[in-house]
């Protein structure tokens, strides 16, 4: 098992430009999650998904969008990238019931210049 | 809104000794989760533990739970300087959601 595999590792953006990325997981989880993480903050929930097609906001969403198409795929947009969404983002899964264990990416490295 | 908050916000100690950690939260939960993160790694699942629950062991880690007090504790015994990383609390949010809300974490270092 792979787990919750994240890509891109690291990204370097120009403000303004625009990327995806990818977390995918492999062990049918419901629930998938997207935080970032900047210094002195802690972990921020940006979006989230109960299940296959359902997506939410959580505590941070401007400028982000997310979809989940498939049960094991979670993507995150920037459709035009801010200095601000420099950051680090983690990807993270579970199964139910709620609020129960989150299993996390390596994460993925972002730079906006 | 934050949930979890930890203390200190850093702690050095010794190879051997043992280190305590701290979390605070605000609101009534149905459980308490400790996460350990390495330095330019993901989180990792360590220990969760129940609201009807007051200790829990996990080889040289224990965690207690005072739901009275709104708090927990991680106790590493015997640390190692493998045990060098942030530490982190997290607690379901208000209202039996799904969603995790994250303190800031304690940045142990364990110096050989």
């Known amino acids: 098992n792979a787990g919750v595999t994240q890509t891109p590792k690291f990204r370097v953006l120009k403000t303004g430009q625009s990327m995806t990325l990818l977390c995918a997981q492999d062990?049918?989880?419901?629930?998938m999650y997207w935080y970032r993480q900047d210094p002195g903050m802690g972990l921020r929930l940006i979006h989230y998904?109960?299940?296959?097609?359902?997506?939410a906001k959580g505590e941070v969403p401007d400028g982000y969008n997310v979809s989940r198409l498939k049960k094991q795929n979670f993507l995150l947009g920037l459709e035009s990238a801010a200095p601000s969404q420099t950051s680090v983002y983690f990807c993270?899964?579970?199964?139910?019931?709620?609020?129960?264990?989150?299993?996390f990416g390596p994460g993925t490295r972002l730079l906006v210049l | 809104s934050q949930q979890g908050e930890e203390d200190p916000q850093a702690l050095s100690i010794q190879e051997g000794e043992n280190a305590t950690m701290n979390c605070s939260y605000k609101?009534?939960?149905?459980?308490l989760q400790w996460y350990r993160q390495n330095s330019g790694r993901g989180l990792v699942h360590l220990i969760l533990?129940?609201?009807?629950?007051r200790e829990k062991h996990s080889g040289r880690l224990r965690v207690t739970l005072d739901t009275s007090k709104k708090s927990s504790s991680l106790l590493i015994t015997a640390s190692r300087a493998a045990d060098t990383a942030s530490y982190f609390c997290?607690?379901?949010?208000?209202?039996?959601?799904?969603?995790?809300?994250f303190g800031k974490g304690t940045k142990l270092t364990v110096n050989p």
């Open positions: 993270a899964s579970s199964y139910p019931p709620v609020g129960e264990t989150q299993y």
């Open positions: 062990m049918n989880h419901e629930y």
């Open positions: 998904s109960v299940g296959e097609g359902t997506t």
């Open positions: 609101t009534s939960i149905n459980n």
């Open positions: 533990i129940r609201s009807n629950e």
């Open positions: 997290a607690t379901p949010t208000q209202g039996g959601s799904e969603k995790l809300v």
